[in-house]
């Protein structure tokens, strides 16, 4: 089934954008996901196509209206979750992108102005997301994020082994990467990543994920799931290095 994403927005010349290209391109061109463009203008009101107005009780800014987006968003309602990006909604992260690609689909709607009528996004259900504690623009941006984060988790987008091994797919940051030279402006690989002993290197590169975790996320460390296992992460790592 191929998994479809609608996206609402005033500025549909912006897509596919970065995801007409790499791992997200190859994945639209082999059909793994459709992208459905759906222009706010051409719902807006009046010989002028506004939509938007400015908020009730005053205030800086113009907020997009519940009655053009609804109308862009007709038809939509068939299961796939809905989104609007906005700074004031939940943080986007790796586990929602992998729930978002297991499922038919996303509606995505790109805020703009001040923000969206909040009538639209309780009326619709949507779910408020945002990248992260700042502003930009508009959600085009945000969303083309929001669909290259899930869209290449989607099956046959990228290797299962690849998945599996970058950083949060299991609580922590991904260890560092190597390769030729051997030596570069006097900086060498770990020797060992170039010992050949497997099990050596698998320790060394959970080693080195979990210090960075603990560095440079420690936020990611503190809320890493425990997995059935008990007693501090880092004496676990420590002991897989000592057998």
């Not at 796939?80 to 509606?107: H, K, S, Y």
């Not at 703009?112 to 259900?125: N, Y």
Request: overall charge negative; charged content about 25%; proline content about 7%.
């Amino acid at each position: 089934m191929t998994f479809r994403a609608t996206v609402a927005t005033l500025f549909p010349e912006l897509f596919p954008g970065p995801l007409g290209i790499s791992i997200p391109g190859r994945a639209l061109e082999a059909g793994l996901w459709s992208l459905e463009l759906r222009n706010l203008r051409e719902f807006g009101i009046g010989p002028h196509r506004n939509v938007d107005d400015t908020p009730f009780g005053g205030g800086a800014g113009m907020v997009l209206r519940p009655d053009v987006a609804d109308a862009a968003l007709a038809g939509t309602r068939d299961g796939r979750p809905a989104i609007c990006l906005t700074p004031r909604g939940r943080r986007f992260d790796q586990v929602r992108a992998r729930e978002l690609a297991a499922g038919p689909g996303v509606v995505v709607l790109c805020g703009r102005f001040e923000g969206i009528d909040q009538r639209l996004i309780d009326a619709r259900g949507m779910e408020e997301v945002s990248l992260g504690d700042f502003v930009l623009a508009g959600g085009e941006v945000a969303a083309m994020a929001l669909l290259e984060a899930t869209v290449r988790l989607l099956p046959g987008a990228i290797t299962a082994e690849s998945a599996a091994e970058e950083s949060f797919a299991d609580g922590l940051l991904e260890y560092p990467h190597y390769t030729r030279p051997a030596e570069w402006q006097g900086r060498a690989v770990p020797p060992v990543l170039l010992s050949g002993n497997h099990a050596a290197i698998a320790a060394w590169r959970r080693e080195e994920a979990a210090r960075a975790t603990r560095e440079r996320r420690p936020d990611l460390w503190g809320n890493r799931p425990a997995d059935g296992r008990t007693g501090d992460p880092a004496d676990e790592i420590r002991g897989k290095h000592a057998r």
